[in-house]
């Protein structure tokens, strides 16, 4: 599909992959079986500028397009899909809302370091009490003397442990309940705020998910982002861009599995023959190539169309639903084609199958994915 492809975009591709295969490949497994995040791999990420891909140089971005943060992504993600979702997380969910919704100081204050990767970012949306119903949240944040005072407990961030920047949504007016949610911007030493439960997870083990607790965080009025009472938009909007990642995530995951299968069907030897002389094995192949295909075009299609500026909420759903579950049946594929060595830690197809499984819940499970494509057939 490089036709498809600008120059610029070839030569990023062909950085990243090179980058993610002789950096990112030889200690991904190690890592994630220890639950290591990794702290050197996001810094020289950074300075690659794959921390900011898609925002401006004149906020220390690396000035490309939403189509080359795709491809990077997934380029990434096929050597190791933590390290996909931490950049995704970081770049998507928290460089974004800030470039989108920030005022010319927030983006001057918080931008830099981030798009750098010196600092990194997370996003704390999800509640023990709200994951699908995302305007349930329960944590809440009051105006009192001029500060916001921000008290409750958030689940699941992605980065949470490591970073120095967050996104949180708390509830300013509960009687409003989705109109009723404001986006705050968080920096770590803020007073009262702190790391609760790490996660133990089946996949992804190298990117951290951990809980946030605030007790009287105490904000000035200014950490607010975008207008009162329109945090949830806020999120719906940067969960699109979301999606865009976690779709190219997956994507990485497909190709890594059927390549490896590709590989490993050729030297595999069984009744005399390499294992890709057996038609059940070919089918496989083609069908894993196949779907990779189809999920990597609805992938460039929705990232062209946010570079468009066009609505393009259907396209990321589309995108996501598609590519995390061909992620996650090229995984189960690949453990077939690798056969009872599949099902080791001898090969790396055995994290391929915990990875994928995520691609189908977060940023929306694949239902609510679904549940978004309908109503914007239905509208
Ligand atoms: C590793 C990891 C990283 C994460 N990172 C982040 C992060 O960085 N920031 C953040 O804010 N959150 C994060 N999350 C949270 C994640 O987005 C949620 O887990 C997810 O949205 C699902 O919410 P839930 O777990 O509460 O499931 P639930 O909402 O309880 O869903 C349970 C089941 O019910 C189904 N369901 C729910 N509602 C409906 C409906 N209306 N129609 C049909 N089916 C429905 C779901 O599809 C699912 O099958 C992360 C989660 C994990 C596990």
Same mark, same amino acid.
């Given at each position: 599909?490089?036709?498809?492809?600008?120059?610029?975009?070839?030569?990023?591709?062909?950085?990243?992959?090179?980058?993610?295969?002789?950096?990112?490949?030889?200690?991904?497994?190690?890592?994630?079986?220890?639950?290591? @995040?990794?702290?050197?791999?996001?810094?020289?990420?950074?300075?690659?500028?794959?921390?900011?891909?898609?925002?401006?140089?004149?906020?220390?971005?690396?000035?490309?397009?939403?189509?080359?943060? @795709?491809?990077?992504?997934?380029?990434? /993600?096929?050597?190791?899909?933590?390290?996909?979702?931490?950049?995704?997380?970081?770049?998507?969910?928290?460089?974004?809302?800030? @470039?989108?919704?920030?005022?010319?100081?927030?983006?001057? $204050?918080?931008?830099?370091?981030?798009?750098?990767?010196?600092?990194?970012?997370? @996003? /704390?949306?999800?509640?023990?009490?709200?994951?699908?119903?995302?305007?349930?949240?329960?944590?809440?944040?009051?105006?009192?003397?001029?500060?916001?005072?921000?008290?409750?407990?958030?689940?699941?961030?992605?980065?949470?442990?490591?970073?120095?920047?967050?996104?949180?949504?708390?509830?300013?007016?509960?009687?409003?309940?989705?109109?009723?949610?404001?986006? %705050?911007?968080?920096?770590?030493?803020?007073?009262?705020?702190?790391?609760?439960?790490?996660?133990?997870?089946?996949?992804?083990?190298?990117?951290?998910?951990?809980?946030?607790?605030?007790?009287?965080?105490?904000?000035?009025?200014?950490?607010?982002?975008?207008?009162?009472?329109?945090? %949830?938009?806020?999120?719906?909007?940067?969960?699109?861009?979301?999606?865009?990642?976690?779709? /190219?995530?997956?994507?990485?995951?497909?190709?890594?599995?059927?390549? !490896?299968?590709?590989?490993?069907?050729?030297?595999?030897?069984?009744?005399?023959?390499?294992?890709?002389? %057996?038609?059940?094995?070919?089918?496989?192949?083609?069908?894993?190539?196949?779907?990779? !295909?189809?999920?990597?075009?609805?992938?460039?299609?929705?990232?062209?169309?946010? !570079?468009?500026?066009?609505?393009?909420?259907?396209?990321?759903?589309?995108?996501?639903? $598609?590519?995390?579950?061909?992620?996650?049946?090229?995984?189960?594929?690949?453990?077939?084609?690798?056969?009872?060595?599949?099902?080791?830690?001898? %090969?790396?197809?055995?994290?391929?199958?915990?990875?994928? $499984?995520?691609?189908?819940?977060?940023?929306?499970?694949?239902?609510?994915?679904?549940?978004?494509?309908?109503?914007?057939?239905?509208?």
């Amino acid at each position: 599909m490089d036709f498809l492809l600008t120059e610029e975009q070839l030569m990023l591709k062909e950085m990243v992959e090179k980058f993610a295969k002789d950096k990112i490949l030889p200690v991904a497994s190690e890592n994630e079986r220890n639950h290591l @995040f990794p702290t050197e791999i996001i810094k020289e990420a950074g300075e690659l500028g794959l921390m900011g891909v898609a925002y401006p140089t004149e906020y220390g971005g690396a000035g490309m397009d939403f189509v080359s943060y @795709f491809l990077a992504v997934e380029a990434v /993600s096929r050597y190791c899909a933590s390290t996909g979702v931490i950049i995704s997380a970081h770049s998507s969910l928290v460089c974004d809302p800030i @470039f989108n919704f920030g005022t010319e100081e927030q983006k001057q $204050k918080y931008l830099p370091g981030l798009l750098s990767g010196q600092k990194i970012g997370s @996003f /704390s949306l999800t509640e023990s009490g709200a994951g699908s119903d995302a305007g349930a949240t329960k944590t809440t944040a009051k105006f009192v003397d001029g500060r916001w005072l921000l008290n409750g407990s958030k689940i699941f961030a992605t980065n949470g442990k490591e970073a120095d920047v967050f996104i949180l949504l708390a509830s300013t007016e509960p009687e409003k309940k989705t109109r009723g949610v404001t986006a %705050f911007i968080v920096e770590k030493d803020t007073p009262g705020y702190s790391i609760g439960k790490v996660e133990r997870k089946l996949g992804i083990r190298s990117s951290s998910t951990a809980e946030i607790v605030l007790e009287n965080v105490e904000l000035p009025a200014e950490n607010m982002l975008g207008e009162l009472n329109q945090g %949830f938009k806020i999120s719906m909007i940067t969960l699109d861009g979301g999606r865009l990642g976690i779709a /190219s995530q997956a994507l990485g995951i497909a190709r890594a599995s059927l390549e !490896d299968s590709v590989k490993y069907s050729k030297e595999r030897y069984q009744f005399d023959q390499p294992i890709a002389n %057996f038609q059940a094995i070919q089918w496989m192949l083609a069908d894993m190539k196949t779907e990779y !295909d189809a999920a990597w075009l609805l992938t460039y299609r929705a990232s062209l169309m946010k !570079d468009k500026k066009m609505n393009y909420s259907a396209a990321a759903a589309m995108a996501k639903l $598609k590519s995390s579950e061909v992620a996650m049946d090229a995984a189960r594929k690949a453990i077939q084609i690798h056969g009872g060595y599949g099902y080791t830690e001898d %090969f790396n197809v055995e994290r391929y199958y915990r990875d994928a $499984k995520i691609t189908e819940i977060y940023e929306g499970t694949s239902e609510i994915q679904r549940l978004v494509i309908a109503r914007d057939l239905l509208k």
